[in-house]
């Protein structure tokens, strides 16, 4: 959905990167920018409804889904640390009701070196 959009846009772009940390869903050489699609349960985004704890093994999901929090952020600090311009969008912006919104602001974030809203 989000590498499409920004293709219709014409920025051209490489996916899943293993050259860089978190191997990133898109990296912006041109624009040095890098976009991470992040589902909200697995990098445990704040605030969201969807991300919830399990009810069962919470132990191990509460470690398993802190590990992922705590590799993203030293991942992000390794590529801003580099100049890279990380952006993350969650699962839920991606959603019918906000979707065209978040696409066309990531679009100017990355076009535009937007980086007052880069989470």
């Keep these: 959905l989000v590498r499409s959009y920004l293709f219709r846009k014409g ?13 990133p869903d898109v ?3 041109k624009y040095h920018a890098i976009v991470f699609v992040n589902g909200c349960f697995w990098h445990m985004h ?8 399990p009810k069962s093994n919470v132990e191990f ?4 889904l802190l590990r ?11 590529l801003e640390a580099a ?4 952006i993350t969008v969650w699962e839920c912006e991606l959603t019918k009701a906000v979707r ?5 602001r ?3 974030q990355i076009v535009e070196g937007d980086a007052d809203s880069a989470e």
């Design 11 to 23: 920025l051209r772009f490489r996916k899943n990167d293993k050259r860089y940390p978190g191997h």
């Design 27 to 29: 990296v912006l050489p």
């Design 83 to 86: 100049g890279w311009r990380v």
């Design 68 to 78: 992922n929090h705590n590799r993203d952020i030293a991942q992000r600090a390794e």
């Design 106 to 108: 990531l679009y100017e």
């Design 61 to 64: 999901w509460q470690a398993k």
């Design 100 to 104: 065209d919104e978040r696409l066309a």
């Design 46 to 53: 704040e605030g969201c409804s969807k991300h919830s704890m």
